[in-house]
Structures are given as structure tokens and as C-alpha cells.
Nanobody
Framework: QVQLVESGGGLVQAGGSLRLSCVVS????????MGWFRQAPGKEREYVAGIRWGVGNTFYADSMKGRFTISRDLSKNTVYLQMNSLKPEDTADYYC???????????????WGQGTQVTVSS
């Protein structure tokens, strides 16, 4: 079992920044893959970025490259999502998730956090 707890969401003006955190606990492996997803009202859950827990390789959805940065701190068992130059269309609930292998598909992630809300005002 893996437990994930997100934090760091909030209200920010367009152009601003936020850093989301996801504290990971439980049975993880160096091969585990951590992903950030988001879901806006009325839309499907969307892949944002992912990172290999052990070696730290990072991956991004094409539309997120350049503005979002995923990272992890093994000493704190935490995955981060730094979001810069935020736009109103980034407004969504953001979720941290864990998969046994590299994936961008939500059904392939076994564990999910409760989500943290991000609202970007224009």
C-alpha cells in the first residue's frame, strides 16, 4: 500500500506560481513512478508530469513543458510540482498518483492522493 497526501494548492493570479507537494508513505520501490494529474470541472483527468522515484528521470505532457517542473526529495519522501506562469486554464484539482511502472494513463496508477485545488484568476 502507498499513501499520498498533496498540499500547496490555492488561489493565485495569472502569471503567478505555486508549488504543490505530495508526501509519499508506504511500500514504494525504486522502480515506482510518480505522476501528477489534473482535472478541471467537466473534463477528463489529464496527465501533467511524472518522475521515476528511484533515478529521478522526469517526463512531461507536451503542453506543460517549460512552465511546470516535477522533482522529488527522497530524504523527505516528497514529490513536488513547481508551476510557473500560471494561466486561468490551469485551474483544476491536482492529484498525485503512484504506478508500478512508467505510464501516462490514469487507470494504470494504483494509488491516488485526495487532490489539491488550484484556482488561477485572470
Amino acid at each position: 500500500q502507498v499513501q499520498l497526501v498533496e498540499s500547496g494548492g490555492g488561489l493565485v493570479q495569472a502569471g503567478g506560481s505555486l508549488r504543490l507537494s505530495c508526501v509519499v508513505s508506504g511500500r514504494t520501490f525504486s522502480s515506482s513512478f510518480m505522476g501528477w494529474f489534473r482535472q478541471a470541472p467537466g473534463k477528463e483527468r489529464e496527465y501533467v508530469a511524472g518522475i521515476r522515484w528511484g533515478v529521478g528521470n522526469t517526463f512531461y505532457a507536451d503542453s506543460m513543458k517549460g512552465r511546470f517542473t516535477i522533482s522529488r526529495d527522497l530524504s523527505k519522501n516528497t514529490v513536488y510540482l513547481q508551476m510557473n506562469s500560471l494561466k486561468p486554464e490551469d485551474t483544476a484539482d491536482y492529484y498525485c498518483a503512484c504506478s508500478r511502472y512508467h505510464s501516462r494513463s490514469p487507470p494504470e496508477f494504483d494509488y491516488w492522493g485526495q487532490g489539491t485545488q488550484v484556482t488561477v484568476s485572470s
